[in-house]
T-cell receptor, first 116, second 114 residues
Framework: EPEVTQTPSHQVTQMGQEVILRCVPI?????FYWYRQILGQKVEFLVS????????KSEIFDDQFSVERPDGSNFTLKIRSTKLEDSAMYFC??????????????FGEGSRLTVL | AQKVTQAQTEISVVEKEDVTLDCVYE???????LFWYKQPPSGELVFLIR??????QNEISGRYSWNFQKSTSSFNFTITASQVVDSAVYFC???????????FGKGTTLSVSS
């Protein structure tokens, strides 16, 4: 069964460092998303991406965050200067369609980021 | 503003008991979608169901059933004859028609003991 894959599964970094989280969406999917979950809390939407541009973003997704589809398969989330509060599980998701009626989100297993 | 409330933080049951997880939502949209996701201890998010705002029929899938009541803005999830493998965090979520952003509740941690 096709799946969304994320790397790394766990990354530890020092505050102020740049981090790139990588995702390989399901191959025929066109819509890509990042969500995050701070330990023990709810899952929060960060950003959605379609046709090489951001289609929607939340207040959490400020200037220190950026997303990119550098090639035909990867979808990345970059955090420029990490802060302690960026420590969370980051989930990538993809869907074939962009509307909720038909676009089931498939989530990856998450990348745990720990900022020290 | 959209909001999802899962008032039950943790529920503990013994195997074979039935359990209902509550979900109450708020939205001003007339067209919206409700979801349930399961997050097992391994951490991934597993899609369970999607329901649109025009379809209030209850749904049953094996031991799982969902009760959508627009009048009370609730979308409750029942597991019949629970099993240890059902132990997980369960999230209710809401989206508008565009569906690009899911609003999740805080989740309910279900522990099923043998």
């Amino acid at each position: 069964e096709p799946e969304v894959t994320q790397t790394p599964s766990h990354q530890v970094t020092q505050m102020g460092q740049e981090v790139i989280l990588r995702c390989v969406p399901i191959s025929n999917h066109l819509y890509f998303y990042w969500y995050r979950q701070i330990l023990g809390q709810k899952v929060e939407f960060l950003v959605s991406f379609y046709n090489n541009e951001i289609s929607e973003k939340s207040e959490i997704f400020d200037d220190q965050f950026s997303v990119e589809r550098p090639d035909g398969s990867n979808f990345t989330l970059k955090i420029r200067s990490t802060k302690l509060e960026d420590s969370a599980m980051y989930f990538c998701a993809s869907s074939e369609y962009g509307d909720a009626n038909t676009g089931e989100l498939f989530f990856g297993e998450g990348s745990r980021l720990t900022v020290l | 503003a959209q909001k999802v409330t899962q008032a039950q933080t943790e529920i503990s049951v013994v195997e074979k008991e039935d359990v209902t997880l509550d979900c109450v939502y708020e939205t001003r949209d007339t067209t919206y979608y409700l979801f349930w996701y399961k997050q097992p201890p391994s951490g991934e998010l597993v899609f369970l169901i999607r329901r649109n705002s025009f379809d209030e029929q209850n749904e049953i899938s094996g031991r799982y059933s969902w009760n959508f009541q627009k009048s009370t803005s609730s979308f409750n999830f029942t597991i019949t004859a629970s099993q240890v493998v059902d132990s997980a965090v369960y999230f209710c979520a809401l989206s508008n028609q565009a569906g690009t952003a899911l609003i999740f509740g805080k989740g309910t941690t279900l522990s099923v003991s043998s």
